[in-house]
Nanobody, 126 residues
């Protein structure tokens, strides 16, 4: 199985920045597309960003475009999410996820991701 461990959550003021890391405990990390999802209280888990196996293709939710950047370092088995210009509506638990299927792009569907991290809390105050 693939184990994913997130780090980098915390409490910040609106307009601030955070950087998430997600480390995978597999030697074949480059075989997986990677994604970030988030879930606010009382809401469904929603797509945030995803990156292809090589890192050449990226997809973002409309709500985070131009503010968040996803990247990966396959030599370190790690995917990152840089979060800038944070807003109170970004408050949620954020989850790292791995998608093992071969695709020409990345997927935004939760059900396509086979492995999930435990989640890390982000709280943005106004």
């Amino acid at each position: 199985q693939v184990q994913l461990v997130e780090s980098g959550g915390g409490l910040v003021q609106a307009g601030g920045s955070l950087r998430f890391s997600c480390a995978a405990s597999v030697l074949t990390f480059s075989s997986y597309s990677m994604g970030w999802f988030r879930q606010a209280p009382g809401k469904e888990r929603e797509f945030v960003a995803a990156i292809s196996r090589s890192g050449s293709y990226r997809q973002y939710a409309d709500s985070v475009k131009c503010r968040f950047t996803i990247s990966r370092d396959n030599a370190k088995n790690t995917v990152y999410l840089q979060m800038n210009s944070l807003k109170p509506e970004d408050t949620a638990v954020y989850y790292c996820a791995a998608e093992p299927n071969v695709r020409t792009t990345v997927t935004m569907r939760r059900e396509d991701y086979a492995y999930w991290g435990q989640g890390t809390q982000v709280s943005v105050s106004s």
